[in-house]
Protein backbone atom coordinates (compact mmCIF):
# COMPACT_ATOMS: atom_id res chain seq x y z
CA UNK A 1 0.00 0.00 0.00
CA UNK A 2 1.36 3.76 -0.80
CA UNK A 3 1.39 6.28 1.14
CA UNK A 4 -1.58 7.77 1.68
CA UNK A 5 -2.21 11.54 0.55
CA UNK A 6 -2.61 14.64 2.77
CA UNK A 7 -5.84 16.05 1.09
CA UNK A 8 -5.00 19.38 2.94
CA UNK A 9 -3.13 21.79 0.24
CA UNK A 10 -2.72 25.40 0.50
CA UNK A 11 -5.42 25.61 -2.21
CA UNK A 12 -7.77 23.37 -0.04
CA UNK A 13 -6.89 26.16 2.54
CA UNK A 14 -7.72 28.94 1.24
CA UNK A 15 -10.69 27.83 -0.50
CA UNK A 16 -11.92 26.89 3.05
CA UNK A 17 -11.26 30.70 4.44
CA UNK A 18 -12.71 32.21 1.36
CA UNK A 19 -16.13 30.36 2.28
CA UNK A 20 -16.67 30.79 5.40
CA UNK A 21 -15.76 34.28 4.61
CA UNK A 22 -18.36 34.27 2.43
CA UNK A 23 -21.19 33.07 4.37
CA UNK A 24 -20.62 29.61 3.37
CA UNK A 25 -21.48 30.22 -0.68
CA UNK A 26 -20.00 28.05 -3.11
CA UNK A 27 -21.01 30.47 -5.67
CA UNK A 28 -19.31 34.05 -4.27
CA UNK A 29 -15.83 31.64 -3.18
CA UNK A 30 -16.20 30.11 -6.92
CA UNK A 31 -16.16 33.49 -8.70
CA UNK A 32 -13.52 34.97 -5.76
CA UNK A 33 -11.20 32.33 -6.85
CA UNK A 34 -11.85 32.17 -10.36
CA UNK A 35 -13.45 28.80 -10.33
CA UNK A 36 -16.11 26.74 -11.08
CA UNK A 37 -18.41 26.17 -8.75
CA UNK A 38 -18.34 21.82 -9.61
CA UNK A 39 -14.32 22.63 -8.44
CA UNK A 40 -15.30 24.38 -5.35
CA UNK A 41 -17.48 21.31 -4.34
CA UNK A 42 -14.72 19.05 -4.97
CA UNK A 43 -12.43 20.73 -2.80
CA UNK A 44 -14.40 20.98 -0.17
CA UNK A 45 -15.47 17.66 -0.07
CA UNK A 46 -12.88 16.26 2.50
CA UNK A 47 -13.52 19.07 4.59
CA UNK A 48 -17.36 18.28 4.93
CA UNK A 49 -16.96 14.49 4.85
CA UNK A 50 -13.85 14.39 6.98
CA UNK A 51 -10.57 12.45 5.32
CA UNK A 52 -8.30 10.69 8.32
CA UNK A 53 -5.90 10.92 9.00
CA UNK A 54 -4.97 14.58 8.15
CA UNK A 55 -8.87 16.16 8.47
CA UNK A 56 -10.33 13.39 11.42
CA UNK A 57 -13.11 15.54 11.82
CA UNK A 58 -15.67 17.37 9.35
CA UNK A 59 -14.55 21.45 9.35
CA UNK A 60 -17.66 21.99 7.38
CA UNK A 61 -21.87 21.41 7.83
CA UNK A 62 -24.15 21.69 4.59
CA UNK A 63 -27.15 23.58 5.91
CA UNK A 64 -29.29 24.43 2.53
CA UNK A 65 -27.81 25.49 -0.27
CA UNK A 66 -24.59 26.92 2.41
CA UNK A 67 -21.72 25.69 4.33
CA UNK A 68 -21.41 26.41 7.96
CA UNK A 69 -18.16 25.54 10.16
CA UNK A 70 -18.31 22.69 12.73
CA UNK A 71 -16.77 23.23 15.73
CA UNK A 72 -13.39 21.93 14.51
CA UNK A 73 -13.83 24.12 11.54
CA UNK A 74 -13.85 27.38 13.73
CA UNK A 75 -10.86 25.70 16.06
CA UNK A 76 -9.20 25.34 12.40
CA UNK A 77 -10.25 28.66 11.08
CA UNK A 78 -7.16 30.55 12.52
CA UNK A 79 -4.53 27.93 11.18
CA UNK A 80 -5.43 27.76 8.07
CA UNK A 81 -6.07 31.62 7.63
CA UNK A 82 -2.98 31.98 8.89
CA UNK A 83 -1.75 29.04 6.18
CA UNK A 84 -3.21 30.84 3.30
CA UNK A 85 -1.89 34.28 4.09
CA UNK A 86 1.73 33.00 4.19
CA UNK A 87 2.41 30.84 1.81
CA UNK A 88 3.14 33.32 -0.51
CA UNK A 89 5.50 34.47 2.19
CA UNK A 90 6.70 30.50 2.35
CA UNK A 91 6.90 30.40 -1.51
CA UNK A 92 9.31 33.45 -1.83
CA UNK A 93 11.12 32.48 1.28
CA UNK A 94 11.99 28.88 0.07
CA UNK A 95 12.97 30.43 -3.51
CA UNK A 96 15.45 33.28 -1.93
CA UNK A 97 18.94 32.33 -2.08
CA UNK A 98 19.47 32.30 1.79
CA UNK A 99 22.03 30.76 4.77
CA UNK A 100 20.47 28.02 6.31
CA UNK A 101 18.97 28.82 10.04
CA UNK A 102 16.89 28.27 13.17
CA UNK A 103 13.74 29.82 13.84
CA UNK A 104 13.10 29.97 17.59
CA UNK A 105 8.84 31.16 18.70
CA UNK A 106 9.07 32.42 22.77
CA UNK A 107 7.57 34.96 24.70
CA UNK A 108 8.74 38.67 24.99
CA UNK A 109 10.72 37.70 28.36
CA UNK A 110 12.82 35.04 26.95
CA UNK A 111 13.63 37.10 23.87
CA UNK A 112 15.90 39.29 25.51
CA UNK A 113 17.15 36.35 27.61
CA UNK A 114 17.53 33.16 27.69
CA UNK A 115 16.99 33.00 23.54
CA UNK A 116 19.15 35.71 23.39
CA UNK A 117 22.45 34.10 25.12
CA UNK A 118 21.26 31.01 23.20
CA UNK A 119 21.70 32.46 20.19
CA UNK A 120 25.11 34.17 21.05
CA UNK A 121 26.79 30.75 22.24
CA UNK A 122 25.13 29.06 18.89
CA UNK A 123 26.44 31.73 16.27
CA UNK A 124 30.12 30.88 18.16
CA UNK A 125 29.46 27.77 16.35
CA UNK A 126 27.72 28.39 13.66
CA UNK A 127 28.43 31.61 12.43
CA UNK A 128 26.90 31.47 9.08
CA UNK A 129 23.94 30.18 10.17
CA UNK A 130 20.71 32.52 10.72
CA UNK A 131 18.86 33.06 13.76
CA UNK A 132 15.25 34.05 13.75
CA UNK A 133 13.41 35.11 16.73
CA UNK A 134 9.46 35.60 16.93
CA UNK A 135 7.77 36.35 19.63
CA UNK A 136 4.08 34.70 19.99
CA UNK A 137 1.35 33.41 22.69
CA UNK A 138 2.08 30.11 23.63
CA UNK A 139 -0.12 28.06 22.11
CA UNK A 140 0.64 29.83 18.32
CA UNK A 141 4.26 28.75 19.36
CA UNK A 142 3.30 25.24 19.81
CA UNK A 143 1.42 25.22 16.66
CA UNK A 144 3.69 26.55 15.14
CA UNK A 145 6.05 24.25 15.55
CA UNK A 146 3.60 21.15 14.74
CA UNK A 147 2.80 23.18 11.03
CA UNK A 148 6.72 23.21 10.55
CA UNK A 149 6.72 27.42 10.86
CA UNK A 150 8.77 27.73 14.09
CA UNK A 151 12.08 24.99 14.35
CA UNK A 152 12.06 25.47 18.40
CA UNK A 153 9.24 26.99 20.82
CA UNK A 154 9.77 28.10 24.72
CA UNK A 155 6.75 27.51 26.23
CA UNK A 156 5.52 26.57 30.26
CA UNK A 157 2.37 24.31 28.95
CA UNK A 158 2.78 21.30 30.60
CA UNK A 159 4.13 18.43 28.31
CA UNK A 160 0.72 16.90 28.34
CA UNK A 161 -0.99 20.29 27.30
CA UNK A 162 1.76 20.76 24.47
CA UNK A 163 0.96 17.38 22.75
CA UNK A 164 -2.61 18.07 22.95
CA UNK A 165 -1.91 21.64 21.22
CA UNK A 166 0.73 20.32 18.55
CA UNK A 167 -1.97 16.75 17.67
CA UNK A 168 1.22 15.53 16.20
CA UNK A 169 4.69 13.67 17.57
CA UNK A 170 6.25 16.81 19.13
CA UNK A 171 9.94 16.49 21.62
CA UNK A 172 9.53 18.44 25.09
CA UNK A 173 12.08 18.80 26.97
CA UNK A 174 12.82 20.69 29.97
CA UNK A 175 14.59 23.49 30.74
CA UNK A 176 15.59 25.22 34.84
CA UNK A 177 12.67 26.18 36.59
CA UNK A 178 12.99 29.43 38.10
CA UNK A 179 10.67 28.51 41.23
CA UNK A 180 7.67 31.42 41.71
CA UNK A 181 7.48 33.50 45.04
CA UNK A 182 5.02 36.20 46.21
CA UNK A 183 6.79 39.17 46.77
CA UNK A 184 5.75 42.77 47.48
CA UNK A 185 7.27 46.57 47.63
CA UNK A 186 9.64 46.86 51.46
CA UNK A 187 7.44 50.23 51.77
CA UNK A 188 4.20 49.05 51.47
CA UNK A 189 1.11 48.12 53.58
CA UNK A 190 1.51 44.09 53.43
CA UNK A 191 5.38 44.29 53.80
CA UNK A 192 4.80 43.68 57.43
CA UNK A 193 3.53 39.98 56.25
CA UNK A 194 6.18 39.49 54.70
CA UNK A 195 8.69 39.53 57.96
CA UNK A 196 7.93 35.77 58.45
CA UNK A 197 9.50 33.01 56.53
CA UNK A 198 7.19 30.37 56.35
CA UNK A 199 5.20 29.84 52.73
CA UNK A 200 2.36 32.10 52.06
CA UNK A 201 -1.25 30.21 51.98
CA UNK A 202 -4.54 30.71 49.85
CA UNK A 203 -5.55 32.54 52.96
CA UNK A 204 -3.47 35.45 52.89
CA UNK A 205 -3.17 35.26 49.44
CA UNK A 206 -6.79 35.53 48.85
CA UNK A 207 -6.55 38.79 51.23
CA UNK A 208 -3.76 41.18 49.39
CA UNK A 209 -4.85 42.84 46.35
CA UNK A 210 -2.80 41.06 43.90
CA UNK A 211 -0.35 41.37 41.08
CA UNK A 212 -0.59 38.94 38.34
CA UNK A 213 0.11 36.86 34.80
CA UNK A 214 -2.33 37.78 31.99
CA UNK A 215 -5.53 35.68 32.38
CA UNK A 216 -4.74 33.47 29.40
CA UNK A 217 -1.12 32.71 29.99
CA UNK A 218 -0.01 29.46 31.08
CA UNK A 219 1.23 29.96 34.77
CA UNK A 220 -1.93 31.95 35.88
CA UNK A 221 -4.22 29.42 34.78
CA UNK A 222 -2.29 27.21 36.68
CA UNK A 223 -2.39 29.19 39.33
CA UNK A 224 -6.01 30.11 39.55
CA UNK A 225 -6.63 26.43 39.18
CA UNK A 226 -4.52 25.88 42.08
CA UNK A 227 -6.23 28.36 44.44
CA UNK A 228 -9.68 27.13 43.72
CA UNK A 229 -8.55 23.73 44.23
CA UNK A 230 -7.49 25.07 47.76
CA UNK A 231 -10.51 27.23 47.97
CA UNK A 232 -13.67 26.50 46.19
CA UNK A 233 -15.17 29.48 46.48
CA UNK A 234 -11.64 31.29 46.15
CA UNK A 235 -12.02 35.60 44.60
CA UNK A 236 -8.98 37.00 44.68
CA UNK A 237 -8.75 40.89 44.63
CA UNK A 238 -6.58 41.05 41.18
CA UNK A 239 -5.34 44.99 41.35
CA UNK A 240 -3.00 44.47 37.78
CA UNK A 241 -2.91 42.14 35.24
CA UNK A 242 0.03 42.41 33.03
CA UNK A 243 2.25 40.34 30.39
CA UNK A 244 5.98 40.13 31.12
CA UNK A 245 7.56 39.16 34.29
CA UNK A 246 10.20 42.30 34.82
CA UNK A 247 6.82 44.82 33.87
CA UNK A 248 4.74 43.02 36.22
CA UNK A 249 7.53 42.96 38.77
CA UNK A 250 7.51 47.15 38.16
CA UNK A 251 4.25 47.24 39.38
CA UNK A 252 5.06 45.03 42.64
CA UNK A 253 7.74 47.15 43.20
CA UNK A 254 5.71 50.67 42.81
CA UNK A 255 3.17 48.81 45.44
CA UNK A 256 0.66 48.04 43.25
CA UNK A 257 -0.06 44.84 45.11
CA UNK A 258 1.57 41.48 46.12
CA UNK A 259 2.78 40.13 43.18
CA UNK A 260 3.56 36.09 41.75
CA UNK A 261 7.11 36.63 40.54
CA UNK A 262 9.85 34.14 39.37
CA UNK A 263 12.41 33.90 42.48
CA UNK A 264 15.68 35.59 39.79
CA UNK A 265 13.03 38.40 39.07
CA UNK A 266 12.09 39.25 42.59
CA UNK A 267 15.58 38.75 43.88
CA UNK A 268 16.71 40.81 41.03
CA UNK A 269 14.65 43.75 42.67
CA UNK A 270 16.65 43.92 45.52
CA UNK A 271 15.76 45.94 49.10
CA UNK A 272 13.14 47.73 46.69
CA UNK A 273 11.02 43.91 47.73
CA UNK A 274 10.34 41.46 49.96
CA UNK A 275 9.84 38.13 49.45
CA UNK A 276 8.28 34.81 50.61
CA UNK A 277 7.72 31.86 49.47
CA UNK A 278 4.29 30.12 48.09
CA UNK A 279 2.84 27.00 50.02
CA UNK A 280 3.63 23.74 47.49
CA UNK A 281 -0.53 23.62 47.27
CA UNK A 282 -0.69 26.86 45.46
CA UNK A 283 2.80 27.29 43.92
CA UNK A 284 2.43 26.51 39.90
CA UNK A 285 5.16 25.39 37.65
CA UNK A 286 7.79 27.20 36.15
CA UNK A 287 9.22 25.32 34.37
CA UNK A 288 10.16 26.18 30.38
CA UNK A 289 10.24 23.56 27.78
CA UNK A 290 11.60 23.26 24.19
CA UNK A 291 9.38 21.89 21.96
CA UNK A 292 10.94 20.70 18.27
CA UNK A 293 9.72 17.84 15.65
CA UNK A 294 10.99 14.58 16.29
CA UNK A 295 12.86 15.28 12.47
CA UNK A 296 14.29 18.31 12.04
CA UNK A 297 15.29 17.36 8.53
CA UNK A 298 17.45 19.24 6.58
CA UNK A 299 17.94 21.54 9.22
CA UNK A 300 18.00 19.07 12.10
CA UNK A 301 21.82 19.28 12.89
CA UNK A 302 21.41 23.19 13.56
CA UNK A 303 18.05 22.51 15.42
CA UNK A 304 20.12 20.77 17.84
CA UNK A 305 22.86 22.27 18.64
CA UNK A 306 20.20 25.61 19.23
CA UNK A 307 18.31 23.44 21.36
CA UNK A 308 21.96 22.24 23.40
CA UNK A 309 22.74 25.70 23.66
CA UNK A 310 19.54 26.40 25.18
CA UNK A 311 19.77 24.39 28.00
CA UNK A 312 23.23 25.75 28.83
CA UNK A 313 22.60 29.13 28.64
CA UNK A 314 21.68 31.15 32.11
CA UNK A 315 17.73 31.28 33.06
Given amino acids: MGPVRNVLTPELCRTFVALVRLDGSVTATARELGLNEASVSKRLRPLARGCPPAVPRPWLAKRGKRFVPTDEGRRMLPAATEAAAGWGRFAALAAADRAAGVT ?9 GVVLAAAARFRRDHPAAA ?6 RGRARVEGVASGRFDLALVTDTPAA ?3 TARR ?22 AAAFDAARPVTAAEALGWPLVLPEADSAVRRRWDELLLRRVPAAAPVVAVEVGG ?9 AAFGVGLLPCSVAVGLGSRVRIRPLAADIRPSNRVYVVRLPD ?3 AGCLVAAFAAALAEAPP
Fill in 245 to 253: WRVLAGYVA
Fill in 296 to 298: GGE
Fill in 169 to 190: PVVVEPLAEDELVAACAARSAW
Fill in 104 to 112: VACGHEAAG
Fill in 131 to 136: VRVAVA
Fill in 162 to 164: VRE
